[in-house]
């Protein structure tokens, strides 16, 4: 076993270790029953055709946090999100074509915006273990959105594949550091 | 009347003292450099003395000053009570006449007049004010005339004394002079004095129940051949007002950093100055120890704050929807109400299902058999919603639009059939025919 492989099954180890004392949100379900718990205070990565659908059941489900929207350009409709069951009084809306990592840790250490939404276009695992420590010390969620391929970086946690199935979506866990995935009647 | 006077043995900024006493009282007067007279009779329902002493020492120890206090019937025996720190008149010593003759010390001649009496009562025996108290009036008037009788009624107060006119400076203004020690652009150095500087602005808002709204800063640089302009001013319009030195400080801090970057200071720099624009009531109410939506309030606007100076206030926003049947105009962008709540309900009952994402601009896609052509790719349609969603208009906007835009009048109009589309692979797309039936993507699920 390489020295790689042995790093991600202790880190894996220490998660779910760890997972005893995290707090989760309470998450949507597939088509097939199937669940996947979120964890508080982690970096989530997002990727499928219908991962903001689902982030915007999660957001109905939890009804009371703050978010916080980061894009590149304005393409998520609001209207969509309001018919979605999420208030837009919620949402605080960041566009910008700059760095994405100045407002994000602004974001995550105000601790007043428990979800925080961002499309992933980082690359460089301290960056992203920088937003994980931060994440930890606010108990805020960082969703990154991913256009093209789950990023190997360990500070993300959950790693969530979403594709629209008919009527609902289809759950593919890629990496689950924290918490349980299961199914009903699976 | 209950007066308050605060004595400084030595010399000290009293009128910022003062001005941070007007959250006690506004009837106040000062004496040169070392007393503060606060009159708080006239507020014993707001606060009780023992409160009144309590919060008057988080003032002081706020500002690093120390000074006796004495709560006193009038402005002369509270002023002699905290100058000799004795807690009876009559144990006051002789001295302590030219307080009760003169208490904001203005008279030269009747001081002098007063102390020539004193060393004559030295010489007779008496030795503090209480001695001086068992004087016969009239053998006091007739030895000492005038003056004997003016200490007697001071003592006595039988002669009012009119509150000399003390108002706060109208401008709130922090400079800090640098004549020896020279230092350039470092931010650092420039961020440590602003710290100071807003914590005693922030100190003078708080006494008058403002924050700000509007700051300026003004870095005074020596003038040079290099530098033909000395002054750089920085102004801060802040979108929510501020109360704390903390969040307004990481605001300025980004705004000098950005400005450093691009312009360098290239002299060094001789003074610094905060200037306060303009000002809004703040909350003068106590800090809710139960509930904390206040301060998390201001704290949000204080990274609102940030985020704006960081990427500019077009960039923020929160939505908020519009009765308009155009998606792409079916809400706009707020920016002065922060996290408030918004009853739009009755909008959103009226308005269809709309996907997640929306192209800026409508992407043209042709439809055959069976098939989508987006960017001349071809995707299988695995159902064709029947639902139509008809929206026809635009030609009914305001006269005054139309007259602005004569050459894009035209476009106001709209007249779209739209269609809920599933491609294979259960990507769902939103798309809209015009009447001269050229299909168009307009939104996706996602």
Not at chain 1, 72 to 78: D, L, M
Not at chain 1, 100 to 105: A, F, H, I
Request: hydrophobic share 40%; with cysteine.
């Amino acid at each position: 076993m390489g020295k790689a492989e042995v790093l991600s099954q202790l880190r894996s180890m220490l998660g779910t270790a760890n997972s005893f004392e995290k707090k989760f949100w309470a998450t949507p379900h597939d088509a097939f029953g199937f669940t996947c718990s979120v964890a508080k205070g982690i970096v989530v990565e997002l990727a499928g055709n219908a991962c903001h659908e689902w982030l915007l059941t999660l957001f109905k489900l939890n009804p009371e946090p703050l978010i916080f929207w980061c894009e590149r350009a304005s393409r998520i409709h609001p209207t969509a999100i309001r018919q979605r069951g999420v208030k837009l009084s919620r949402i605080k809306f960041l566009n910008s074509t700059e760095d994405l990592q100045q407002p994000l840790r602004m974001a995550l250490e105000s601790g007043h915006y428990p979800f925080i939404v961002a499309p992933n276009v980082f690359e460089q695992v301290p960056i992203f273990q920088k937003f994980h420590l931060l994440a930890e010390k606010s108990e805020s969620t960082l969703f990154l959105i991913s256009e093209k391929e789950m990023t190997p970086a360990w500070p993300i946690s959950l790693q969530l594949e979403i594709n629209a199935a008919p009527n609902d979506f289809s759950i593919t866990v890629h990496r689950q550091r924290h918490g349980t995935s299961h199914g009903v009647g699976l | 009347m209950r007066v308050a006077c605060l004595w400084f043995d030595e010399p000290s900024p009293v009128l910022r003292v003062a001005e941070m006493c007007l959250r006690f009282s506004p009837q106040i007067a000062v004496r040169d450099k070392h007393a503060v007279f606060i009159e708080i009779g006239k507020c014993k329902r707001l606060y009780t003395e023992a409160g009144f002493l309590a919060r008057l020492q988080v003032v002081l120890r706020r500002n690093n000053l120390t000074a006796s206090v004495f709560i006193g019937s009038d402005i002369t025996d509270s002023l002699a009570l905290a100058r000799y720190k004795k807690f009876s008149v009559d144990s006051l010593p002789l001295e302590a006449l030219l307080d009760f003759a003169d208490p904001f010390a203005r008279d030269e001649v009747l001081q002098k007049s007063i102390t020539k009496m004193i060393s004559s009562f030295r010489d007779l025996g008496i030795k503090n004010v209480g001695d001086f108290k068992q004087i016969p009036s009239a053998d006091l008037i007739g030895r000492f005339g005038v003056v004997g009788r003016h200490c007697y009624q001071r003592l006595q107060q039988e002669s009012p004394i009119q509150w000399p006119t003390w108002k706060p400076e109208e401008k709130i203004i922090e400079r800090k002079e640098f004549p020896y020690f020279e230092f350039y652009g470092e931010l650092d150095p420039i961020l440590f004095e602003l710290k100071s500087q807003l914590d005693r602005i922030f100190q003078r808002l708080w006494a008058r129940g403002l924050k700000v709204r509007k700051l300026q800063v003004d870095v005074v640089c020596e003038k040079t051949s290099l530098v033909p302009n000395p002054v750089r001013a920085f102004i801060f319009d802040f979108f929510a007002p501020q109360g704390a030195t903390k969040g307004t400080l990481k605001i300025l801090k980004e705004r000098l950093s950005k400005e450093f970057e691009k312009d360098p200071i290239k002299s060094p720099i001789e003074a610094l100055q905060t200037q306060v624009l303009a000002t809004c009531p703040a909350n003068p109410g106590q800090r809710n120890f139960l509930n904390s939506s206040e301060e998390k309030l201001e704290q949000l606007n204080s990274l609102h704050n940030q985020l704006i100076e960081l990427c500019g206030k077009e960039n923020i926003f929160q939505a908020e929807l519009v009765a308009d049947r155009r998606p792409e105009r079916s809400w706009k962008k707020t920016h002065d109400r922060p996290h408030e709540d918004i009853d739009d309900s009755k909008i959103i009952a009226q308005t269809p299902e709309r996907p997640t994402f929306f192209c800026r601009t409508p992407l043209k896609v042709e439809v055959t058999a069976g098939f989508v052509h987006i960017n001349k790719k071809r995707h299988r349609i695995a159902h064709w919603d029947p639902t139509v969603e008809r929206i026809n208009g635009g030609w009914i906007e305001t006269a005054v639009e139309m007259t602005q835009l004569p050459q894009d009048g035209i476009r106001l109009t709209f007249d779209r059939n739209y269609y809920r589309v599933e491609l294979e692979g259960g990507q769902k797309v939103f798309v809209f025919e015009n009447p001269n039936h050229e299909f168009f993507l307009h939104g996706y699920y996602g």
